[in-house]
């Protein structure tokens, strides 16, 4: 049997090549359940039909971001002595760098329309809460803790993305957009043909640009 694996964040119907290859190959595609990829699989002329996990030689299609099929099967294979059984898993989508930030814009958003507290905070009452985010990172910092920084920068992200999601007339795609113009613009010698090239080279430049955006001398 073969398991193919799909991300939830990829958009319905990009799947790798190899992916694609096997379910038009196969005879038998059976999903967990009906949803946007079957549908997808279906429109581009492969036949998928819902039902419980396959044996043989077959495609599984477990839901999108679905793991528990590795555990179920393989306390079956222990159950049932099926260790001479071949299973092979294959990785229809691979989630892109950034994947699991949209995961924290999606959950913020279920708390803003869901949650009575959420709903009440502002800027304002927020401040407090960044304060003490922004001090624990930096104590985390000088502790040397890596995996309590990593922790620590997870509370302080979600700060920054309450912020845009109670933003008024912008939100997180417009602060991600803002600091990704700004270094773009702020990095020439990356992204552009500034010559600078040395530690010193850079920063004068980054501050150059910097007063130059904000009308300074």
């Known amino acids: 049997m073969r398991i193919l ?13 190899a992916a694609w290859d096997a379910v038009r190959e196969t005879s038998s595609v059976v999903a967990a359940s009906d949803g946007p990829h079957t549908e997808a699989l279906r429109h581009a ?4 039909v819902v039902g419980p996990r396959p044996s043989g030689d077959a495609i599984w299609m477990p839901d999108p971001g679905d793991t528990s099929w590795a555990a179920d099967l393989a306390e079956r294979m222990l159950a049932s002595d099926e260790s001479d059984d071949e299973y092979e898993v294959i990785t229809g989508s691979f989630d892109p760098a950034g994947a699991r930030f949209l995961d924290l814009v999606e959950v913020m958003r279920r708390l803003r329309r869901d949650c009575a507290w959420t709903r009440e905070q502002t800027h304002t009452s927020l401040a407090p809460y960044l304060a003490e985010e922004s001090q624990e990172t930096l104590e985390a910092i000088v ?16 700060q920054v993305v309450f912020h845009a999601e109670i933003g008024d ?13 700004k270094l773009i613009r702020r990095n020439p010698h990356v992204f552009g043909d500034s010559g600078a090239s040395t530690i010193d080279e850079i920063a004068e430049q980054w501050e150059r640009i910097k007063a130059e955006e904000k009308g300074r001398g």
């Not at 803790?145 to 920068?153: P, S, V």
């Open 45 to 48: 002329g492969v036949e998928v």
């Open 5 to 17: 694996v799909l991300s939830p964040r990829i958009p319905v119907g990009l799947m790798t090549a």
């Open 169 to 181: 007339d912008w939100d997180v795609d417009d602060v991600a957009a803002g600091i990704t113009e």
């Open 143 to 158: 502790s040397g803790d890596t995996d309590h920084l990593r922790e620590e920068l997870g509370d302080l992200l979600l």
